[in-house]
């Protein structure tokens, strides 16, 4: 999986209706609190490992712990792909608050993730292959067109995504951020089961509930707009 690095010229507020063009504001914060966040989530564990016995273990690199934070970085990072494309194919305030909330939220969750793994020193990659990690696996999920692990949209997918305006495209994001979050959540659940870091663990319930309700807003959304998740 090559990890993509998005950039955005000169990023907006999502929230701004006036102007949806590339822009240097609030969308480029995404990326320095990513990066912010890894110092704080090497900060946390650090310290927090000295007081908390079960921290003091290093998970390994075949462990749920391992695969839970490598296989969900690549998840989130395709979260974050698609907000940047929705950003710029609509003017609408609540898609592109939601969008802007999300790749806020994944970016910096995907710092942290990516942040334990260096502070455990293991690898960004399993030679096994993504979803080993958990019991059942990859839950009969095909990898096909850029589609790793369930949940996942297609290149097919992103690629209209990027073509389409508007209505058309705030549906298809909508669609597509819904089962991405489906597919996240069978990931956070296994994890908060499997995984033994106390802060993971934690991490990866909050992921439930998080994107529990925003699925409820963005179906909410779709109904709003004569569609449905698919």
């Not at 990326?31 to 016995?53: C, E, P, R």
């Not at 696996?137 to 990027?162: R, V, W, Y």
């Not at 389409?164 to 489906?182: N, P």
Request: one cysteine or more.
């Amino acid at each position: 999986m090559t990890d993509t690095t998005l950039t955005t010229p000169d990023a907006t507020d999502p929230t701004d209706t006036q102007s949806h063009r590339p822009g240097i504001g609030r969308w480029l914060m995404i990326g320095a609190a990513a990066v912010v966040t890894i110092v704080l989530a090497l900060s946390l564990l650090a310290a927090t490992s000295n007081n908390d016995k079960e921290s003091a273990t290093v998970p390994t690199a075949d462990s749920a712990d391992a695969g839970f934070a490598r296989d969900m970085a690549v998840h989130h990072q395709q979260a974050v792909e698609m907000a940047y494309i929705v950003r710029d194919r609509t003017p609408d305030e609540d898609v592109r608050r939601l969008a802007y909330d999300i790749a806020q939220t994944q970016a910096n969750q995907r710092g942290m993730l990516l942040g334990w793994l260096d502070l455990w020193n293991l690898p960004v990659t399993s030679p096994d292959g993504y979803m080993t990690w958990m019991q059942g696996g990859h839950m009969g999920h095909q990898i096909k067109d850029g589609s790793l692990m369930p949940g996942m949209a297609t290149n097919t997918e992103l690629g209209q995504l990027g073509k389409l305006k508007g209505r058309q495209a705030e549906i298809l994001y909508l669609q597509l951020m819904y089962t991405h979050h489906m597919g996240g959540i069978d990931m956070a659940r296994a994890c908060a089961q499997q995984c033994t870091v106390p802060q993971e663990k934690r991490l990866a319930q909050g992921m439930v509930e998080a994107q529990r309700s925003e699925m409820h807003l963005m179906t909410d959304l779709l109904r709003q707009r004569g569609s449905a998740p698919r």
